[in-house]
Structure formats: structure tokens, C-alpha cells
């Protein structure tokens, strides 16, 4: 490394703040128009008759189009990427997902039509004049109702609605321990569906030529080149190199936009039929409905201890929802449940995991994926287990934890811990959070009519886990260097952090670096943007490229130069020989260009670890939970932002406690529909919600990659939910409740204080 770049900043706010951000939306081209999805408005019915000529009437409208035509065309599906085995072995049964469906709709949503309109509002008001004779059919929107043998069926296919039956672990072995253990703690809990919610909607820009029969979409998606692979080879059935897929600004997306959805099949299948550009962004309520959702898990398990209190068990049986379709990575949140041991030492497990598929939309991967999930799990059943043995929690906890000696360290369901201080990121977020204070601050609040609770979270998720990433370094004659990476920011600070990384390795301004990504016309190809994955596995490509680079570079200047290439100093960017005539890279790239590729593959995951500290005050008049003080320690191994990586906890926090406080997309179970189909029902927390955060690191550099880092993306959301719901239980304790609902609404805690206090 040459020449350390100090800059902790983001290059790329001041562009923000300027509003010269380019989002979707804010692409035009001549001749667009818009496109408008007619949806299903029942969770399961069938088309018996559809008639667009109404549609066709309407002053501006360009053409309409429905899932027959869709067939007629021989539209393919999008599908998943990821296959398990349903219970008994039998392969994963993947639904069509066309990009409109029909003659059935199976969710509140499901697009079964679309209008193209030279205005947005044109497009609107023909899509409400089709018109849609249905023939409503039995529907299942609960996850805990849709394995009953008289539940519905979605799909003929699936006779008991089963996708998928996950196991892992030694179940013989976990349930003799279980039976020889002094102690067996029991837990049931549900992490209800969430919605992302991104600033940014979904949307695309879908163009076709008909001289060359090529195609060009516009779309904010975490992948750009996994998003062309699916559209052509699986909807279109052209090769990919006729897709163009440009990805700009991404206004968030939190995995939800790492799917490929059949919208953007649609439209880019409605710009060939009609000849024109069009243009697809979703409304607020549209999102609601028909984006991928988050979480809907239930989980339940058995915990055995011996007589002293160390932990010798654990079984797990769970449900997650999938939905009416598989999407792309909608059953990869189950493989992350493997860390449900948390960083404990529990020396058999077994876990039984069953994917549902109900009349609701699809779920996908949500900050975290599977990991808050199992960190709520194990987290809450520690705080169970100490107040059954008589513990204090903070003890127990110690006396279970993974020593920093043992590490690596393979769990019961196969993962291995690389490195990390599970027990000093616990003593030092107490510390953090003033622990001595801690009875003090209590009886303040009941001096003032509140509960007071502690919560605390140990924290150990998988990162880095996934496939390879590619970056190209260019240094042309326009002393500029272009910088290629697959990695698309949607909000992690890509430019700033790639930019800096590479600066240090040539040794030169970073403002002198143009960094590229999300067009796989013109970038290297590369994966993608998701599982806390792009710090390390994009860093180390471009940290490769350059170490490639800067040894062609010394070739050509020794050559220059006339001098031997061990003799050459290279620093601040260029090599001096050792009469101290120097050449730049500059120079070295003024006829030809300096280029140097690379593709890293991780050895093995890493797991960035932490801990997490919350004090909450409970209004028992109003059930109205406040988070008064919030402490956490990380651990993300080499940090390589500080800013940027204490931003991401930020704002992953706020998603974790967001659903353990507000968060709950609702389905009514009786017809189906989505009773949060807007911001007036769907709560999320505000800035206001939150106290300042005292953040602490405990860095242990990953031995499995050069830079040392493990990811830092998800850790404050998979922290976030089991520490807020934690301290609100121990708030509660005093009442006798143990059972907290998620989200813990002011009206759900009120109505518990209240049964407490007419059961006392």
C-alpha cells in the first residue's frame, strides 16, 4: 500500500444534496409513454372474461395487453435461483411467474394486464375502464393456516402448499441430549411481513430497436447482470448480449430490488409490440401490494441446560412464508436460520425449516434475510432461560459464549465463526452503555410512573458468502482512471470506498478516479450488490486489478527509463529511478493504456459479530414504548470507511427496531386483501424514534481475505430486532408478561398491562 488516503467523507453527497442524482424516473427519451399494470383486486380468482375495448377507446391510449397475449407471444417465466427439496426428498416445485399472469391471479396484486398511454394519466384512467369478469376461488393469506390438510390449494402441483422442507443438524443426537438435559426452555415467536419501502419505487424504461431487434431497459436493480441473464434467458428467450440493462441511482432498496420482477419482462415486451419507449414506475400503494416482501417466519424451539446452566441443545421448527410465487432469492432468508445458535456453544442442533406458499406476494431477502430471524430466536430464548434458572442473563450468556480461542469454530449447522470477541463485544457495549448507571436511570423512570428495561443482543451473521465479484482499473490519456466494478450502490457508498481503495494502492488523488458500474454494456460484468458481500469481495478484485496493474506499469517505465525494475521507488503515483528521474502513470498510460482486470472468489464467508445494548421506558397508561439509550459494539473486521460503516448501523438499526416497535404489512385473512396498503396504515419509524447511537468497534480482521473485512450492512438490523423486543420484555417483567407481540404497538402493550393488571 502507497501513500494512505485519509478522507472519511462520501464523495458522492455533495451530488445528492445538489439533486443531481439520475434516478428512473428521471430518465426521458422521445417518444415514451407510460405504462399502467391492471391488477388482480382478489387473493385468489380466475379470468372468465376480460374486455379491453373500453381500454382501447380511451383518448391516448397506445395499446393494452393481457396475460393471453402474453401466452400467444410465448413469454417465459422468471425464476428462482435457488432450489431445496420439498419434505421426503421430492425436487422444489417452482411456479411460472409470467410477466402477466392469467387466466389465475393469486394474490391481492397479481398483474394481469397492462395499458400503454402517451400520458401517465391516460394510462390510469384506461386501466380502470378493462374490464374483468372473476370468479373468486378459496384463498390462504396466513402462513400459520396454509399447511392445514382443508386449507386451499394455490397450486394444483402441491397438493399440502408445501415449497420446500429445509433440515439441518443431528436430529438423533439433539433430541438424546435434550432428553438428558436438567433444563428445557420453550419458545414460540413470529416475525410478521415487513415491506422495504425504499425512498425510490420499483421502475424501468424499456426500450426496443427494430433495425437491430436489441433491447435496452433502464431499472434500479441490485444486479444488473443477473437481472439481463433472467430477462432474456428465462421471459424473452433472446441471447443476452441483445439486453442492455442500465442501472443509475438507486434510491435504496434493502434486497427488495435484488429480484428480477416480471414488470420489467413486461414492459420491455410491450415496447417491442407497440414500438415505443415506455416507462413503468409503481405508486406507493402499487408497492404495497406487489413488491416482494420481507420476514413472516414463526419460529419454535426447545433449549436444554444442564444443572449449572451451560447449554447442551437446541431443536427448531419453523415456518416461512414464501408466497403465491418462488421469486428469485426467495428461499435464501432459510439458509441464514442456520445461525440461529448465535454465538453460543451448543454442541447439538437440530433445525427443521418448512417454506409455505399462501395468496399474498412474494418474499424475498429483507436487510438481513433470515438473520434477525435466528438472532430474535436465540436471543430471546437466553432472556427465557436466565429468568427460568434464576440467572442473571448477562452470566449466562458468558458462560455459553464461543471463546476467542476456540475460534474457528463450526457450528452444529455448519458454520464456521472465522474470528471475533463474542464476550468482550459484550462487556464493551455494557460499558458503552453505562451499565453502572443502569439502577439508578430505573428508579428515575418509576419515579416517574415508566417501566424501565435493558435489552441486550449478541450479534453473529454470515457475510461474504456469495459468488465472485470483477473490477477493471483503466488509466488512458486523459490522466484520468476508470474504475469497473459489478458492485452497484444503493446507497453504501461505493464511490467513495472503491475510490479511496484504490487511491492508496497507486498513490494518487481519488478525484482522479471516475468509478463505473450498473451497465452491462459498457462495465465488466460482475454480480451484484446484496449479503453484506461487495466490502470485501469487490474491494479485493480491485485491490487484485491493481496489483496487477502497477507491475506492467513498473515494466513500461523500466523500459523508459533504462533501468532495472527492482531498482524503480513507486510512490505518489508514479516510479523514479534511482538518479531520480521519475515517470508518472500518466505518462507510463499517454499512448497506451495502462488496463488490469479481476475476478475474487471468496475462500470462505466471513462473520462480522457485535453486540448490542437498549434501554427502553414504557408508558403504562398508554402502552407507548420510548428507546432512551442505544449502545452498540461491531465488529466488521478491517473497517475501511469508519463514517460509512457507523452510517450503515444507523440505518440498519433503525430497520430492526422500526419492526420490533411499528412494522407489520397485514393481510386480512378472510378475503385476502392488504389492510396496509399505504403510509396512513403502514407505520416506520422516524428520526424522532431514536436517541443518539454510542457506537463502539472491536475490530478482529478476517483471516479468509487479505483486507481483513467481513461486511458491515446488516448488522444494526439483525441486532436491532432482538434487543429492542429484549428490553421491552424486561420492561414488562414486573407485570408478569413474557410473551411480546412484534411489532409491540403502544395499543398491543396497552392491552397486555391491562389483562396483567385485572389478572393480579
Same mark, same amino acid.
Given at each position: 500500500?502507497?501513500?494512505?488516503?485519509?478522507?472519511?467523507?462520501?464523495?458522492?453527497?455533495?451530488?445528492?444534496?445538489?439533486?443531481?442524482?439520475?434516478?428512473?424516473?428521471?430518465?426521458?427519451?422521445?417518444?415514451?409513454?407510460?405504462?399502467?399494470?391492471?391488477?388482480?383486486?382478489?387473493?385468489?380468482?380466475?379470468?372468465?372474461?376480460?374486455?379491453?375495448?373500453?381500454?382501447?377507446?380511451?383518448?391516448?391510449?397506445?395499446?393494452?395487453?393481457?396475460?393471453?397475449?402474453?401466452?400467444?407471444?410465448?413469454?417465459?417465466?422468471?425464476?428462482?435461483?435457488?432450489?431445496?427439496?420439498?419434505?421426503?426428498?421430492?425436487?422444489?416445485?417452482?411456479?411460472?411467474?409470467?410477466?402477466?399472469?392469467?387466466?389465475?391471479?393469486?394474490?391481492?396484486?397479481?398483474?394481469?394486464?397492462?395499458?400503454?398511454?402517451?400520458?401517465?394519466?391516460?394510462?390510469?384512467?384506461?386501466?380502470?375502464?378493462?374490464?374483468?369478469?372473476?370468479?373468486?376461488?378459496?384463498?390462504?393469506?396466513?402462513?400459520?393456516?396454509?399447511?392445514?390438510?382443508?386449507?386451499?390449494?394455490?397450486?394444483?402441483?402441491?397438493?399440502?402448499?408445501?415449497?420446500?422442507?429445509?433440515?439441518?443438524?443431528?436430529?438423533?443426537?439433539?433430541?438424546?441430549?435434550?432428553?438428558?438435559?436438567?433444563?428445557?426452555?420453550? $419458545?414460540?415467536?413470529?416475525?410478521?411481513?415487513?415491506?422495504?419501502?425504499?425512498?425510490?419505487?420499483?421502475?424501468?424504461?424499456?426500450?426496443?430497436?427494430?433495425?437491430?431487434?436489441?433491447?435496452?431497459?433502464?431499472?434500479?436493480?441490485?444486479?444488473?447482470?443477473?437481472?439481463?441473464?433472467?430477462?432474456?434467458?428465462?421471459?424473452?428467450?433472446?441471447?443476452?448480449?441483445?439486453?442492455?440493462?442500465?442501472?443509475?441511482?438507486?434510491?435504496?432498496?434493502?434486497?427488495?430490488?435484488?429480484?428480477?420482477?416480471?414488470?420489467?419482462?413486461?414492459?420491455?415486451?410491450?415496447?417491442?409490440?407497440?414500438?415505443?419507449?415506455?416507462?413503468?414506475?409503481?405508486?406507493?400503494?402499487?408497492?404495497?401490494?406487489?413488491?416482494?416482501?420481507?420476514?413472516?417466519?414463526?419460529?419454535?424451539?426447545?433449549?436444554?441446560?444442564?444443572?449449572?446452566?451451560?447449554? $447442551?441443545?437446541?431443536?427448531?421448527?419453523?415456518?416461512? =412464508?414464501?408466497?403465491?410465487?418462488?421469486?428469485?432469492?426467495?428461499?435464501?432468508?432459510?439458509?441464514?436460520?442456520?445461525?440461529?445458535? &448465535?454465538?453460543?456453544?451448543?454442541?447439538?442442533?437440530?433445525?427443521?425449516?418448512?417454506?409455505?406458499?399462501?395468496?399474498?406476494?412474494?418474499?424475498?431477502?429483507?436487510?438481513?434475510?433470515?438473520?434477525?430471524?435466528? =438472532?430474535?430466536?436465540?436471543?430471546?430464548?437466553?432472556?427465557?432461560?436466565?429468568?427460568?434458572?434464576?440467572?442473571?442473563?448477562?452470566?449466562?450468556?458468558?458462560?455459553?459464549?464461543?471463546?476467542?480461542?476456540?475460534?474457528?469454530?463450526?457450528?452444529?449447522?455448519?458454520?464456521?465463526?472465522?474470528?471475533?470477541?463474542?464476550?468482550?463485544?459484550?462487556?464493551?457495549?455494557?460499558?458503552?452503555?453505562?451499565?453502572?448507571?443502569?439502577?439508578?436511570?430505573?428508579?428515575?423512570?418509576?419515579?416517574?410512573?415508566?417501566?424501565?428495561?435493558?435489552?441486550?443482543?449478541?450479534?453473529?451473521?454470515?457475510?461474504?458468502?456469495?459468488?465472485?465479484?470483477?473490477?477493471?482499473?483503466?488509466?488512458?490519456?486523459?490522466?484520468?482512471?476508470?474504475?469497473?466494478?459489478?458492485?452497484?450502490?444503493?446507497?453504501?457508498?461505493?464511490?467513495?470506498?472503491?475510490?479511496?481503495?484504490?487511491?492508496?494502492?497507486?498513490?494518487?488523488?481519488? @478525484?482522479?478516479?471516475?468509478?463505473?458500474?450498473?451497465?452491462? &454494456?459498457?462495465?465488466?460484468?460482475?454480480?451484484?450488490?446484496?449479503?453484506?458481500?461487495?466490502?470485501?469481495?469487490?474491494?479485493?478484485?480491485?485491490?487484485?486489478?491493481?496489483?496487477?496493474?502497477?507491475?506492467? =506499469?513498473?515494466?513500461?517505465?523500466?523500459?523508459?527509463?533504462?533501468?532495472?525494475?527492482?531498482?524503480? =521507488?513507486?510512490?505518489?503515483?508514479?516510479?523514479?529511478?534511482?538518479?531520480?528521474?521519475?515517470?508518472?502513470?500518466?505518462?507510463?498510460?499517454?499512448?497506451?493504456?495502462?488496463?488490469?482486470?479481476?475476478?475474487?472468489?471468496? @475462500?470462505?464467508?466471513?462473520?462480522?459479530?457485535?453486540?448490542?445494548?437498549?434501554?427502553?421506558?414504557?408508558?403504562?397508561?398508554? &402502552?407507548?414504548?420510548?428507546?432512551?439509550?442505544?449502545?452498540?459494539?461491531?465488529?466488521?473486521?478491517?473497517?475501511?470507511?469508519?463514517?460509512?460503516?457507523?452510517?450503515?448501523?444507523?440505518?440498519?438499526?433503525?430497520?430492526?427496531?422500526?419492526?420490533?416497535?411499528?412494522?407489520?404489512?397485514?393481510?386480512?385473512?378472510?378475503?385476502?386483501?392488504?389492510?396496509?396498503?399505504?403510509?396512513?396504515?403502514?407505520?416506520?419509524?422516524?428520526?424522532?424514534?431514536?436517541?443518539?447511537?454510542?457506537?463502539?468497534?472491536?475490530?478482529?480482521?478476517?483471516?479468509?481475505?487479505?483486507?481483513?473485512?467481513?461486511?458491515?450492512?446488516?448488522?444494526?438490523?439483525?441486532?436491532?430486532?432482538?434487543?429492542?423486543?429484549?428490553?421491552?420484555?424486561?420492561?414488562?417483567?414486573?407485570?408478569?408478561?413474557?410473551?411480546?407481540?412484534?411489532?409491540?404497538?403502544?395499543?398491543?402493550?396497552?392491552?397486555?398491562?391491562?389483562?396483567?393488571?385485572?389478572?393480579?
Amino acid at each position: 500500500m502507497t501513500n494512505p488516503v485519509e478522507f472519511q467523507g462520501r464523495y458522492e453527497d455533495a451530488g445528492f444534496l445538489r439533486g443531481e442524482g439520475c434516478y428512473t424516473a428521471d430518465i426521458a427519451v422521445e417518444g415514451m409513454a407510460t405504462v399502467v399494470f391492471v391488477r388482480s383486486p382478489f387473493a385468489h380468482a380466475e379470468i372468465t372474461r376480460i374486455d379491453v375495448s373500453a381500454a382501447l377507446a380511451c383518448p391516448g391510449v397506445l395499446g393494452v395487453l393481457t396475460g393471453a397475449d402474453a401466452a400467444a407471444d410465448g413469454l417465459g417465466t422468471i425464476s428462482s435461483l435457488l432450489r431445496r427439496r420439498r419434505s421426503g426428498g421430492a425436487e422444489m416445485f417452482v411456479p411460472p411467474h409470467l410477466p402477466l399472469s392469467g387466466p389465475r391471479a393469486r394474490f391481492v396484486g397479481d398483474a394481469v394486464a397492462l395499458v400503454v398511454a402517451e400520458t401517465p394519466e391516460a394510462a390510469q384512467d384506461a386501466a380502470e375502464t378493462v374490464e374483468i369478469e372473476w370468479e373468486e376461488l378459496p384463498q390462504v393469506a396466513d402462513l400459520a393456516e396454509a399447511l392445514a390438510p382443508e386449507a386451499p390449494r394455490i397450486w394444483p402441483e402441491l397438493p399440502d402448499n408445501e415449497c420446500f422442507c429445509w433440515q439441518e443438524g443431528d436430529a438423533d443426537a439433539t433430541e438424546a441430549a435434550l432428553a438428558e438435559a436438567a433444563h428445557l426452555v420453550k $419458545l414460540k415467536l413470529r416475525v410478521p411481513r415487513a415491506s422495504a419501502n425504499p425512498i425510490e419505487p420499483r421502475a424501468c424504461l424499456a426500450l426496443h430497436d427494430p433495425e437491430s431487434g436489441n433491447y435496452t431497459i433502464y431499472a434500479p436493480v441490485q444486479s444488473p447482470w443477473q437481472t439481463r441473464k433472467l430477462l432474456t434467458n428465462h421471459a424473452l428467450h433472446i441471447e443476452e448480449a441483445r439486453l442492455r440493462v442500465i442501472c443509475k441511482d438507486v434510491g435504496g432498496s434493502f434486497g427488495m430490488k435484488g429480484q428480477t420482477y416480471p414488470e420489467y419482462a413486461a414492459c420491455l415486451w410491450a415496447a417491442r409490440r407497440l414500438g415505443r419507449p415506455v416507462r413503468w414506475v409503481a405508486e406507493r400503494n402499487e408497492s404495497l401490494l406487489s413488491d416482494d416482501h420481507g420476514r413472516d417466519v414463526i419460529l419454535s424451539g426447545t433449549l436444554g441446560l444442564d444443572g449449572e446452566g451451560r447449554m $447442551l441443545a437446541l431443536k427448531v421448527e419453523g415456518l416461512m =412464508a414464501i408466497g403465491a410465487y418462488v421469486s428469485v432469492r426467495g428461499t435464501l432468508p432459510v439458509q441464514n436460520i442456520a445461525g440461529i445458535t &448465535g454465538v453460543y456453544r451448543i454442541p447439538q442442533t437440530h433445525a427443521t425449516i418448512r417454506g409455505v406458499h399462501t395468496n399474498t406476494s412474494s418474499i424475498s431477502p429483507y436487510r438481513g434475510a433470515g438473520r434477525p430471524e435466528a =438472532a430474535l430466536f436465540i436471543e430471546r430464548l437466553v432472556e427465557v432461560a436466565a429468568a427460568q434458572l434464576g440467572l442473571d442473563s448477562v452470566e449466562l450468556r458468558l458462560r455459553n459464549m464461543i471463546r476467542s480461542d476456540e475460534l474457528p469454530w463450526t457450528t452444529p449447522l455448519g458454520f464456521t465463526y472465522d474470528s471475533g470477541d463474542y464476550a468482550g463485544n459484550l462487556k464493551q457495549a455494557l460499558q458503552l452503555s453505562d451499565a453502572e448507571g443502569w439502577s439508578a436511570r430505573k428508579a428515575d423512570s418509576e419515579a416517574r410512573g415508566l417501566l424501565r428495561g435493558r435489552g441486550i443482543a449478541n450479534v453473529v451473521a454470515r457475510s461474504m458468502a456469495t459468488m465472485n465479484e470483477s473490477a477493471r482499473i483503466i488509466i488512458g490519456s486523459d490522466e484520468r482512471v476508470r474504475l469497473e466494478c459489478g458492485a452497484v450502490s444503493h446507497g453504501q457508498g461505493h464511490a467513495t470506498v472503491f475510490r479511496t481503495l484504490l487511491a492508496e494502492r497507486l498513490g494518487i488523488d481519488p @478525484e482522479r478516479i471516475d468509478y463505473l458500474t450498473g451497465d452491462t &454494456g459498457t462495465v465488466i460484468a460482475g454480480v451484484g450488490t446484496f449479503g453484506s458481500r461487495t466490502a470485501g469481495l469487490a474491494g479485493m478484485a480491485i485491490t487484485g486489478a491493481a496489483a496487477k496493474l502497477v507491475p506492467e =506499469a513498473r515494466r513500461r517505465a523500466a523500459a523508459r527509463l533504462d533501468a532495472a525494475e527492482d531498482t524503480l =521507488a513507486f510512490e505518489n503515483g508514479g516510479f523514479t529511478a534511482p538518479g531520480g528521474v521519475r515517470l508518472s502513470l500518466w505518462e507510463l498510460a499517454a499512448e497506451t493504456p495502462l488496463e488490469a482486470a479481476e475476478t475474487y472468489a471468496p @475462500e470462505a464467508a466471513t462473520f462480522p459479530c457485535g453486540c448490542h445494548v437498549v434501554e427502553v421506558e414504557v408508558d403504562p397508561e398508554t &402502552g407507548t414504548v420510548q428507546i432512551d439509550r442505544y449502545a452498540v459494539v461491531e465488529d466488521v473486521g478491517t473497517p475501511l470507511n469508519h463514517m460509512i460503516v457507523e452510517g450503515q448501523l444507523h440505518g440498519g438499526i433503525a430497520q430492526g427496531a422500526g419492526q420490533a416497535l411499528l412494522e407489520e404489512l397485514v393481510y386480512e385473512s378472510s378475503s385476502g386483501q392488504v389492510l396496509t396498503g399505504s403510509f396512513m396504515d403502514y407505520a416506520m419509524p422516524r428520526a424522532d424514534d431514536f436517541p443518539g447511537f454510542a457506537v463502539g468497534e472491536n475490530p478482529h480482521p478476517s483471516p479468509s481475505n487479505p483486507l481483513g473485512v467481513k461486511g458491515g450492512g446488516e448488522g444494526g438490523t439483525v441486532g436491532g430486532l432482538p434487543v429492542v423486543v429484549n428490553a421491552i420484555a424486561d420492561a414488562l417483567s414486573c407485570c408478569g408478561i413474557t410473551d411480546i407481540p412484534i411489532p409491540a404497538t403502544p395499543q398491543r402493550i396497552w392491552r397486555l398491562l391491562r389483562t396483567a393488571q385485572q389478572a393480579a
